[in-house]
């Protein structure tokens, strides 16, 4: 394949990149659950997840949402409530309520099947072209390429030039293994998380190391973004055995619906805090004080009784809060 950024690769180099890549996969990748088998809701339900959030993250939640709904059809007959409670720790919840469209759409259209082709899946709601290529090579063997983040690395390095958009999406399915595109698709995704890392790639341990133009010489042309702190500050008010919490308003840009504790100013902090807890969310790393109290003036909450709590669709914080106090 001829590149028009000058580097090529000819027909020998292309095969071995194919060959290198799928001997290294076999040999190394890892043991993640949805590698287990090729059933197509379960490698939707993780490509999902694994949209922005880790691995580890994904693994804690993975197996909780398939003992809740162990099928496309469990899934679509849901309250959407209840799909956001089982989401919840994994943020970015649209990904959640796509998911119950898609499920949906897939129960009705298709008598609960899911289509294996690229384009039918695209026209599936929160499926664009990454996880409908993904789809159909891991489950159904299709030819298509994927590009996430970590393609993208992995190829802009071994050619030395920036790719985006159009070329890189084209420059992927160039070096596409015909005979395994869903391994292959999974084979250069995991050397982006695995060995060509973001900031310090492992080119000792690379098995394109001969392939590859950069070799871990090339700069970062890319600053990361700083990570700013912010701090924040949640009432924990609990009478008898219920907890006073509110819910986000439904038309909020940001988990529109979900249940957290009731904020309060920073300034007006009483002196005691009974906990304090870390989060970060993308660039910005919270400290967060929580006070156990009355809360006053807040009308737009309600009491929850605890044993109602781990069923509502809390947001990631509230949940890692109310279990570092050991409420849930
Ligand atoms: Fe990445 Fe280094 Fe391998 Fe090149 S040789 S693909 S920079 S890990």
Not at 67 to 77: D, G, H, I, N, Y
Not at 262 to 283: A, D, F, M, Y
């Amino acid at each position: 394949m001829n590149l028009d950024h000058g580097r090529k690769f000819d027909g020998s180099q292309t095969r071995g990149w194919r060959q290198s890549l799928l001997v290294w996969y076999d040999r190394n990748r890892r043991d993640l659950p949805w590698r287990s088998d090729r059933d197509p809701y379960r490698v939707w339900l993780s490509e999902i997840m694994l949209q922005q959030t880790r691995v580890a993250a994904v693994l804690e939640h993975y197996h909780r949402f398939l003992q809740r709904f162990p099928t496309v059809q469990k899934l679509a007959s849901a309250r959407e409530s209840s799909v956001l409670a089982a989401w919840s720790g994994l943020g970015y919840y649209r990904r959640a309520r796509m998911m119950h469209a898609a499920a949906k759409v897939i129960v009705k259209k298709h008598g609960g099947k899911f289509p294996g082709e690229v384009a039918e899946l695209r026209t599936l709601p929160g499926i664009g072209r990454y996880t409908a290529a993904a789809i159909a090579s891991i489950v159904f063997n299709v030819p298509a390429a994927v590009v996430d983040g970590n393609v993208e690395r992995v190829l802009g390095r071994v050619f030395g030039t920036d790719l985006a958009g159009e070329p890189l999406w084209q420059t992927a399915e160039a070096l596409l293994s015909r005979r395994r595109p869903g391994d292959f698709n999974q084979a250069v995704m995991e050397l982006g998380a695995i060995v060509c890392l973001p900031r310090q790639p492992r080119c000792s341990v690379c098995p394109v190391f001969g392939l590859c133009a950069t070799r871990g010489k090339l700069e970062l042309q890319r600053k990361l973004a700083p990570q700013q702190r912010r701090d924040i500050c949640y009432a924990l008010d609990h009478r008898d055995s219920s907890i006073f919490l509110v819910q986000r308003p439904k038309h909020s840009t940001l988990m529109p619906g979900m249940w957290e504790l009731p904020e309060i100013p920073v300034s007006s902090t009483p002196s005691e805090v009974s906990l304090i807890v870390r989060h970060s969310i993308t660039v910005t790393d919270y400290t967060v004080r929580v006070m156990r109290g009355r809360v006053s003036g807040e009308s737009r909450g309600r009491w929850v009784p605890k044993a109602r709590i781990p069923r509502l669709p809390l947001t990631g914080l509230a949940r890692k809060i109310l279990r570092q106090a050991e409420i849930i």
